[in-house]
């Protein structure tokens, strides 16, 4: 009895290894393919659930179902019109034909490296095929001026081709070296594009002394466009002061006038006030037109002497 228990035993657990070897579990993210002593049997497995295979003899390659990503490297690239650009690139693919993509390229790791040669390849070509303007714009557009003096500076030049259209041309040439390897490439695009160091330096001392020449353009507009306010401020300002003074003296003469006239109304009353009022003046004028330094020589009949000698 006990002996035949172990051998129950051992034929159970023969069987449940031969059980387990038997079947396979695919998901929804998995396909497969079945290989008999390295080559491929039967069609490729790509509905999800339970497969089954001859236990030992038979062994299971799954593959990604999925999009996958691939990465290109950062590449110095000359574009056609000679500048050489660095440019980093991105791609989606996925695997079409799991037994065309065993028997081709055997594993991811291959085809990545596969894909490097092909869209690195076509990046390339492509590059060399068109002007720089092309590949870092997609259309031609009016550019947004904000302020009037954007006007010379924002001139766009017109492109012929556009980065989208050099992106589709790039995924439909790769695709074509791809038909016989049971990948295709969903989606390409451009990740970032960059001078190298040495253009890039030149591309900004370009840039700069075209910004110093508009700066000194706006500044020269600037100097002369202040000299003209300038030289309106100063007429203006001697305009001001002319009429001004113009109407200062209008006043002064009226004033003077005035008094003079209150002076005669009030002095013409009688030859006494006359007198005082001759006499006034005389002074005044007397005292307007002597200091201590005046020497006079006066005639016998002159006002002053006459009042002077009164005085005496």
Same mark, same amino acid.
């Given at each position: ?16 290894? *031969? *059980?387990?070897?038997?079947?396979? !579990?695919?998901?929804? %993210?998995?396909?497969?393919?079945? %290989?008999?002593?390295?080559?491929? &049997? ?44 660095? &440019? ?14 065993? !028997? ?5 790791? /291959? ?6 040669d092909i869209l ?6 492509? +590059? ?26 924002? +001139? *766009? ?9 050099? =992106?589709? +041309? !790039? ?12 990948v295709r490439i ?11 160091? =040495? ?40 305009? !001001? ?16 006038a005035e008094a %003079? ?23 005044? /004028? ?8 005046? /020497? ?5 009949? /002159? ?10």
């Open positions: 009895m006990k002996k035949n228990r172990i051998g129950y035993l051992v034929i159970g657990a023969i069987l449940a290894v *031969l *059980l387990f070897n038997s079947y396979f !579990i695919l998901d929804e %993210t998995q396909q497969a393919i079945v %290989t008999q002593f390295g080559k491929p &049997v039967g069609e490729p497995r790509t509905s999800p659930g339970i497969n089954f295979k001859t236990p030992f003899l038979h062994k299971v390659q799954f593959f990604d179902k999925r999009y996958l990503e691939w990465d290109g490297d950062k590449n110095q690239v000359p574009t056609k019109d000679k500048k050489f650009i660095f &440019v980093d690139t991105y791609a989606r693919w996925e695997i079409t034909n799991p037994l065309q993509f065993f !028997i081709r390229l055997r594993d991811e790791r /291959s085809a990545q490296s596969r894909l490097d690195d390849g076509e990046t390339r070509n492509a +590059i060399a095929s068109h002007d720089l303007l092309d590949l870092v714009r997609s259309s031609n557009r009016d550019p947004e001026i904000t302020e009037d003096f954007m006007e010379e500076i924002e +001139i *766009l030049e017109d492109i012929s081709v556009g980065r989208d259209k050099i =992106e589709k +041309i !790039i995924l439909e040439k790769a695709n074509e070296r791809t038909t016989d390897l049971g969903l989606d390409f695009r451009f990740k970032r594009m960059n001078y190298v160091d =040495e253009v890039r330096d030149r591309v900004y001392d370009r840039m700069i002394s075209e910004r110093n020449r508009i700066a000194d353009q706006f500044r020269s507009e600037g100097q002369g466009r202040a000299r003209v306010i300038e030289g309106n401020k100063e007429r203006d300002l001697a305009q !001001i002061q002319s009429e001004a003074f113009k109407e200062a003296e209008e006043i002064k003469g009226r004033a003077d %003079t006239n209150i002076y005669a109304s009030a002095y013409n009353k009688n030859r006494q006030s006359i007198e005082l009022y001759k006499f006034l003046r005389t002074m005044e /004028s007397f005292e307007k037109s002597m200091d201590e330094n005046t /020497s006079l020589v006066l005639s016998t009949d /002159s006002e002053f002497f006459r009042y002077l000698r009164r005085l005496n």
